[in-house]
């Protein structure tokens, strides 16, 4: 893919990492950025090829909305998401259901309603934007997003698998923490967010099925095919 000759649409334009994939898309020439938020008038860009929708990935009909808003859409990344920092011991149900229903579920309506879009444009790209949560669990109290994280990557491998027919490239783009709001509470190094969105559409342009941004998603994707004492310690202290 060429990111010049695209047309994109950004889910949680507003803020994080999201902003940043609207600003590299804009310097590396794309022709058009649908940028979408819960509150779209947050989104606060001058630049012409800039296209304000609102999109909530809890809300059907404003997903069915953006995509026949959108019919020129080539790339779709999906970044929009949330952290209730629930604890799966002792957190509330029903915000370990909140972390699931919008990181898992919510991302794949929005695949799901974007795809024939896509076929219709040439089969085009996803991009999903992930974490080094994906591979391992943390002692930093997010067992929840760990575990939406998780699904949310074996998804990405399974709708690969299901939309390679129609020629679209579906990438997984893993990092450690990014220096945005959603991690602000967290007391951990943290990347500059707009790393994410420079190595992501780096790999578009070469047709990368994953990007590992860090070395700490690096070390732990590593650390998958050892032993898990190497993550975690061994059992019993």
């Not at 649908?34 to 809890?58: C, F, H, M, Q, W």
């Not at 998780?150 to 579906?170: D, F, H, K, Y």
Request: aromatic share 4%; with cysteine.
């Amino acid at each position: 893919m060429h990111i010049a000759a695209s047309t994109a649409l950004v889910t949680g334009a507003n803020r994080g990492i999201g902003r940043c994939f609207v600003d590299e898309l804009l310097a590396r020439g794309v022709r058009k950025v649908y940028a979408t938020a819960r509150r779209p008038e947050l989104i606060k860009s001058k630049d012409p090829r800039v296209t304000t929708l609102r999109l909530d990935l809890l809300d059907d009909a404003s997903i069915s909305d953006a995509a026949r808003l959108a019919q020129d859409v080539t790339l779709l990344v999906n970044n929009a998401g949330i952290a209730t920092g629930a604890q799966l011991m002792t957190g509330a149900l029903g915000d370990i259901r909140q972390d699931l229903e919008t990181n898992f579920f919510g991302t794949l309506r929005v695949i799901r309603a974007f795809a024939p879009v896509l076929a219709a444009n040439g089969g085009g790209g996803i991009v999903n934007v992930l974490s080094v949560a994906s591979w391992v669990a943390s002692e930093h109290g997010v067992g929840s997003y760990s575990v939406a994280k998780a699904a949310e990557w074996n998804m990405t491998n399974a709708v690969r698998l299901e939309l390679r027919s129609q020629g679209t490239l579906v990438q997984g783009v893993h990092s450690g923490p990014a220096e945005t709001d959603m991690t602000a509470p967290l007391a951990v190094p943290k990347i500059d967010p707009s790393e994410v969105a420079r190595a992501s559409l780096d790999g578009v342009e070469k047709n990368a099925l994953e990007v590992v941004v860090d070395e700490p998603s690096r070390l732990a994707k590593a650390a998958l095919s050892g032993d898990p004492e190497q993550l975690y310690g061994r059992y019993g202290g």
